[in-house]
Each structure stands twice: as C-alpha cells, then as structure tokens.
C-alpha cells in the first residue's frame, strides 16, 4: 500500500486531475509513470477514466495490467520531457489535433508526481500531419520533414531565452543547395562523426534550437545529417514574386526551394508562424499560438 507522504500527495493529485478532466469537459488524461508507485495511484480510478499510461521501458509495462504507452525518454531532461513525449504519443495516433488533453508529471523525482497541465494539442504541435507532408511531393523522408517541422514549431513558441527568434531550415538536395550559399560563420557542425548529427536526436534539436539565435540557415541533409548552420543563401530569385508582408527570409526560402529539390522551412521572428516552401510557392502555414516576447 502507499504509506509516506509524496505517495499520498501523488493520489490527491491523480484523484483531483480526475475531477479537473470532468470539469473542463477534457477527456483524456496522460499520465507520464516512472514507478510502480505512480501507478498504483492511478489503479482507483483507472476504470472511470480515459487515462494514457506514458512509461519508459518494457520492463515496467511487465508490472501494469492495463495497456501502456512506451516512449524512452530517460535521456532526456525533465523540463523537455513531456514535450517529447506528446510529440511521440500525437505522431502514435493516440490523440488527435482537434483535442485537448490533461498532463500529469513530474518535474522533480521519478516517484511522485507534481504537476497538472491542459494541453490543446493543435496548438502544441501545430496543425501538421504526416498526409501534409507527403503531399508536398519532394524526395525526403516524411519522418524526417516532419520532425524538422515541428522542431521549428517549437522554436516558434519558445525562442530562445524569452527572446522570439527567426531561421530557416533547407532540407535536401544538399550538393545543389551547396552551390548557392556560403558560411556566414565557422560551421559549428563541422567534424562530428553523421551519426552525431542527426537531427532526429534530441540533443541535436537543442543544439539546433540554441543555434538559431545567428543569423543564416541550416542546411540539412536528406539523410536527417545538419550538414552546416549560418548559412548566407544566394539562389536566383528572378522567377520569384515577393510576397506581401513577408521580407528576405521568406523570399530567400522559396528562392531556394525554386532554384533545387530541396524543401525550406522559415520561422517568421516577428509572429512566430511558420511556414514550408516546394518548388518556389508556400505549401503550408501554421501557425503557432505563441505569447508575444519582447525583442531586445
């Protein structure tokens, strides 16, 4: 049975996520468990509720009798975390864009837990799906031009260090793209080994994400290898027509993505919305429903 103190705080807090999912009409509640412990807090009141059980291992999932979400996230840091998890839970299927879902979690110690979040998933993620991404019609991975895309989802809302940030992704035909840029700074991603620079890894989206901050694009393989970052982008813009209440950024992204093969991705700074280019025209707009910061 629970006895101490955090185990009975973490069965008033499972019992009043409960009551909250009711209130607000939510009905969905993920609960990201760590322990054994966790989860027999939630066995109450597991059969009149809709819970998603987020675990680590297999191993867990050996000790809970009801079915399990598994996501390896014990790489990643505790303020990241749930992020990473919903994207993985989003992309499963277990919830759709038009949802809003309860998070319980904990930001301090794998045996409790200490926070409540409402989360509106087309906000979170952005309104993009893999159907969007095939459309486009380009020879990229839809795994991969979708992790890039909701990576600059997230540098949208985030920004960096309470700052909004703007950048641009090119995503392959990289010997073309190549052709038409050159470094703005020494390539910070020069001399690590591919298989480090994938940008599928969470440690390279962070890289990535505190990269963004300098001017210039990156320039990403198909392969997911980030080849270079502050990248300057000279491709042939005759054919191009400037775009209403857009500046270089985005004429320079669907410049490129007319000039080579390569699909951009651009991340407006001024309103956080972000945007995919194929073949010189803008295919998809998401918008991020981020809070305005303050440029310094």
């Not at 998603?52 to 291992?57: A, K």
């Not at 992704?169 to 690590?192: A, C, H, Q, W």
């Amino acid at each position: 049975m629970l006895q101490n103190k955090k185990d009975s705080e973490t069965i008033i807090l499972i019992e009043q996520a409960t009551k909250i999912a009711e209130k607000l009409k939510i009905k969905k509640i993920l609960v990201i468990c760590e322990s054994l412990v966790v989860w027999k807090a939630v066995l109450p009141v597991y059969a009149k509720n809709k819970f998603i059980i987020v675990i680590p291992s297999r191993k867990l999932a050996e000790n809970i009798t009801v079915e399990t979400f598994i996501c390896d996230f014990n790489a990643v840091t505790r303020s990241d975390r749930l992020q990473f998890i919903l994207r993985s839970v989003i992309e499963s299927g277990k919830v759709m864009q038009d949802e809003c879902i309860l998070c319980v979690y904990s930001l301090s110690g794998p045996k409790l837990l200490d926070t409540i979040r409402t989360v509106w998933v087309e906000r979170f993620y952005g309104p993009i799906t893999q159907q969007d991404i095939r459309r486009i019609g380009k020879s990229i991975p839809v795994d991969l031009l979708l992790q890039i895309v909701n990576l600059a989802v997230e540098i949208a809302q985030e920004g960096r260090e309470g700052v909004s940030v703007g950048t641009i992704f090119v995503v392959g035909d990289t010997e073309k793209v190549l052709e038409l840029s050159k470094p703005m700074i020494f390539n910070p991603f020069r001399g690590y080994p591919e298989d480090e620079r994938k940008i599928t890894d969470q440690r390279v989206q962070e890289s990535v994400k505190e990269l963004s901050r300098i001017d210039g694009a990156f320039i990403v393989k198909s392969t997911g290898v980030v080849h270079a970052a502050g990248m300057y982008l000279f491709p042939d813009a005759d054919k191009i027509t400037p775009m209403k209440g857009l500046g270089a950024r985005h004429a320079v992204a669907s410049a490129i993505s007319d000039n080579t093969e390569a699909v951009a991705v651009t991340v407006s700074e001024s309103t956080g919305t972000v945007r995919i280019f194929s073949a010189g025209k803008v295919v998809k707009t998401i918008r991020t429903y981020r809070p305005q910061s303050k440029k310094t």
